[in-house]
């Protein structure tokens, strides 16, 4: 049977029987259902018809089942029947259930599933999607929207690109320069960034998050079993970072937010006024994302400014360092150890 299943389960078993879906009526066997039972009501619609004649749909719990986001689903010709052994699992069968439903507008309002049993379990954990506000800045709206496909594709990882040359898009109440002057660029490049000749779109772009709206979205996410990673680079890709604080370069020269992509010279000095910086930023960062991975970035740093800064020099000589090299590892485990007091 070709079914619009991804991705695919590894058990599945039909026959030619359908269930005719009339105004299902959902059954929840455990509290941590709940919040699922609404959202499947609010996919599958609401009471329409005399309740002897609604499809019902049971959601139970089930030791039985092996692996903690494993489900089996149950379609038969006079109802519906989930069993998983965590709400994730049954989250996961739901989404099964959803992606066998026509889409919006290419049906009547009978609708037929195939009858089937399913058996389906995660191959990966870490199933995710990256998204880069940073170079184009999208709305709530539309990351909410974001998740609900990762959802759907039974996905738990959203990595939210959330800082880079081209614009901070994370409102700090300790750092407000970051948004007030990194969150926004003057222009955009327009096509490849490599194109012999540039052309821009001469119009300013920008935009951030909000406390309040991060949390928005945390909270969205992990009603869908996804968990929300986010990207802070350091120390390179730091153009809209030094853009508002510029005493944290080596030269405490003239930044701006980048106007087309690559990899740039801006980087942050490995000072104790940076680490300082750092702190207070991921303790703020960390109140507001649970997950216990912080995206740092890391790479691609062109180590120019700090072969030729005097801090640089000494901080080296006084650790015995040989190389600009030794002192990009030594950045990233001093924000290993931030991150690590930090949970």
Known sequence: MNLPLVPFPRTLSSDSDTLILRSPRIEVGAPEL????LLLQSALGGAATEN???TPVSLTLDDAIAADEGYTLRIGTSGIDIRARTAAGAFYACQTLLQLLPCPGESDEIVALPCLHVEDAPTYAWRGMHLDCSRHFFPVAFIKRYLDLLALHKMNRFHWHLCDDQGWRLQ??????????????????VGHTANRERHYEDAPHGGFYTAEQVREVVEYAAQRNIEVLPEIDVPGHAAALLAAYPALSC?????????HYGIFPDVLCPSEATFEFLASLFAELAALFPFRYVHIGGDEVIKDHWRDCARCGQLMRDRGMQSVDQLHGYFVNRVEGILAGLG
Do not use: K
């Not at 709940?34 to 039972?37: G, I």
């Not at 030269?251 to 106007?259: F, H, I, S």
């Open 34 to 37: 709940t919040d699922l039972e």
């Open 52 to 54: 002897d004649q609604r």
């Open 172 to 189: 700090s109440r300790r750092f407000p320069r970051l948004t007030e002057v990194g969150a926004w660029r003057e222009r955009s490049v």
């Open 251 to 259: 030269d405490g020269g003239n930044y701006r937010v980048e106007e």
